[in-house]
């Protein structure tokens, strides 16, 4: 039994639809980054609105916000201020642009710059990549920050703002906690009061495993939604388990997360999506 049962579920506050799918919309690389040389900020802002207007034509229920161009990522404490300031205007220019919940995810693992650029843009969401425990990763050895997080969110009054947190996080090694199975891990992330889980396949644009979604969701009352890998051909199976998905690479022109987003994908996919729910 959860520790929350009076928890309202987010999805149905933030979306109002059953298994709702999110579009990701990665940001052109941003001030601060090594690839920003030679772009504009006009540039990075009009590339990421058509994005988002585009996952709308399509028909999505909600998108997300990733600064998924700012390669290589730096750990939470070396976001800098450029990133946070550039991040919450493009992700205004979004929310009224697209009039749709909107979440944020600043790579990598930076929860509070995430929690104030929500704050700044009136997102709804922020996804959080490692919520609770600690794993090495791309950037190093990243441990979660829960509780500094949501101190933070209660200081900056944000409690409207909900945390997507993903469970044994893609791009990186868990034996840190490898005597915790993925159930307990998942566990751990509801008794830190994340509000919506996350399963994920190893890397980028990799298949959401089966298992891994039964194991979460068969752990706690929390929602739980797919972080990856979700198509047109998977989706089906994927959405019997899960209770959403946030959706890239498959919905791009090129079927990987750095294309643009393909309008008649994203349609063809929401029409499966349609005759699941």
């Known amino acids: 039994m959860s520790i929350f049962p009076s928890k309202e ?17 990665h940001s052109l690389p941003l001030p ?6 030679n ?9 990421g609105v058509k994005e988002a207007l585009r996952l709308k034509e399509g028909g999505v229920d909600g998108i997300i916000l ?4 700012d390669l290589p990522f730096v750990k939470p404490e070396d976001i800098g201020d450029e990133t946070v300031a550039s991040m919450s205007v ?91 199975p993925i159930p307990e891990q998942a566990r751990d992330a509801e008794f830190f009061d ?26 706690v009352s929390l929602p739980v939604i797919i972080g990856s890998g979700l198509t047109i051909d998977n989706c089906t199976n994927l959405l019997k388990l899960a209770d959403g998905a946030i ?3 498959s919905v791009k022109d090129t079927g990987t997360w750095w294309g643009k987003v393909s309008v008649s994908k994203v349609r063809e996919l929401m029409a499966r999506v349609a005759e699941i729910r």
């Open 32 to 37: 601060g980054s090594p690839r920003f040389k």
């Open 66 to 69: 990733e600064n998924g161009w």
């Open 90 to 180: 493009l992700a205004l220019k979004i929310r009224d642009a697209a009039q749709l919940p909107l979440g944020i995810n600043t790579l990598a693992n930076a929860a509070i710059p995430s929690l104030a650029i929500a704050k700044a843009a009136g997102a709804h969401f922020v996804r959080v990549n490692q919520w609770v425990n600690a794993y090495v990763a791309n950037e190093g050895f990243v441990e979660g920050q829960s509780g500094l997080v949501m101190r933070y969110r209660s200081w900056i009054e944000a409690d409207d703002v909900r945390i997507f947190a993903d469970v044994h996080v893609k791009h990186g090694s868990h034996t840190i906690v490898a005597d915790r």
């Open 194 to 219: 994340a509000d919506v889980l996350i399963a994920t396949g190893f890397r980028t644009g990799d298949e959401t495993p089966h298992e891994e979604i039964s194991e979460i969701k068969g752990a």
């Open 247 to 249: 959706v890239g690479s």
């Open 9 to 25: 579920n987010a999805l149905d506050v933030i979306f109002g639809v059953p298994k709702p799918i999110i579009g990701m919309v």
């Open 39 to 47: 772009h504009s900020l006009e540039k990075v802002y009009d590339f």
